[in-house]
């Protein structure tokens, strides 16, 4: 089997030229503001790709650009002052962050109703009870695909390879929700995974998001001959973006995202629509 390739940046696309249009409704352009610690290249890329899309989708877009020696403290109060800031839509923190920042401190003090990334334990605390009005991208991103090309994972079995609180967890509880999109049965995989392959040559879904080629890769016979291939992951190798697959899944997956060109710039549009999300609900 030759997997039938899913376009994200068409998905991608679609998506921003309606929030697009949704968005001039609104008496203000919404804006993002993205906090930037440090200056590592990949995060400046993923910051100017983002500032692009809100172009894009004529929304402003503000950078807060940080010290790498910023202390937590002096972090928490830059989101304090974009939370205190009505003109602001929605504030997103590029992560990673500098080891010595305690993460969750600075991320725990965002507005709920700015948080478009839904990394808030109020908002993680909502999309558990399905009652979230901002849900994060990726596992949104991931759903969107799927649902765009009628792949529904209701009734299937899926394995996801990642345990992350951004990715696999809200995900996992995405997939299990009771309607059409959901209904899934869902193994969560990681590093520890006993018979790890079993797991994912037996789902009829895999969604693999790791990122770490050195370490891992998704190959052709881990999965089964017509699974449903999603892959978030994704590194640099020799110069070359690359996807947690290999090219032979593409030999054996009935449908596949390419890397690049799949869930990346789906979840960057989300991020948009998460922006237009927030922007209408602090105008109610
Ligand atoms: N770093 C890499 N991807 C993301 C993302 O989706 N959100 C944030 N805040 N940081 C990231």
């Given at each position: 089997m030759t997997a039938y390739m899913l376009d994200g940046t068409k998905i991608a696309r679609d998506i921003k030229s309606d929030v697009a249009t949704q968005a001039k409704e609104l008496e203000h352009a919404p804006q993002l503001a993205v906090i930037l610690v440090g200056d590592d290249p990949a995060s400046k890329i993923y910051v100017q790709k983002k500032q692009e899309a809100c172009d894009e989708c004529g929304f402003e877009s503000f950078v807060c650009y940080v010290s790498a020696i910023a202390t937590t403290e002096a972090l928490?109060?830059?989101?304090?002052?974009?939370?205190?800031?009505?003109?602001?839509?929605?504030?997103?923190v590029q992560l990673p962050l500098p080891s010595h920042i305690d993460k969750f401190a600075?991320?725990?003090?965002?507005?709920?109703?700015?948080?478009?990334?839904?990394?808030?334990?109020?908002?993680?605390?909502?999309?558990?009870?399905?009652?979230?009005?901002?849900?994060?991208?990726?596992?949104?991103?991931?759903?969107?695909?799927?649902?765009?090309?009628?792949?529904?994972?209701?009734?299937k079995r899926v394995a996801i390879v990642n345990r992350s609180l951004v990715v696999g967890q809200p995900l996992a509880t995405m997939l299990m929700r009771e309607n059409e999109w959901g209904n899934a049965t869902v193994t969560v995989c990681h590093d520890r995974t006993e018979n790890f392959q079993y797991h994912t040559a037996n789902a009829d879904f895999v969604i693999t998001a790791v990122g770490k080629p050195d370490v891992y890769r998704l190959r052709g016979n881990m999965i089964?001959?017509?699974?449903?291939?999603?892959?978030?992951?994704?590194?640099?190798?020799?110069?070359?973006?690359?996807?947690?697959?290999?090219?032979?899944?593409?030999?054996?997956?009935?449908?596949?995202?390419?890397?690049?060109?799949?869930?990346g710039p789906v979840t960057c549009a989300i991020l948009m629509r998460n922006t237009l999300i927030a922007a209408r609900s602090q105008l109610e």
């Open positions: 928490i109060d830059v989101v304090h002052r974009l939370n205190n800031n009505p003109e602001i839509s929605g504030i997103l600075v991320l725990n003090e965002i507005d709920p109703a700015k948080d478009v990334d839904c990394f808030t334990p109020t908002n993680l605390g909502l999309l558990a009870q399905n009652r979230a009005i901002l849900e994060p991208c990726t596992p949104q991103a991931v759903i969107e695909i799927l649902k765009r090309y009628n792949l529904s994972p209701a009734g089964r001959g017509d699974a449903v291939v999603i892959d978030v992951g994704i590194s640099r190798m020799n110069g070359k973006i690359i996807g947690d697959a290999t090219e032979d899944v593409a030999d054996f997956a009935s449908y596949l995202t390419p890397c690049p060109g799949g869930v």
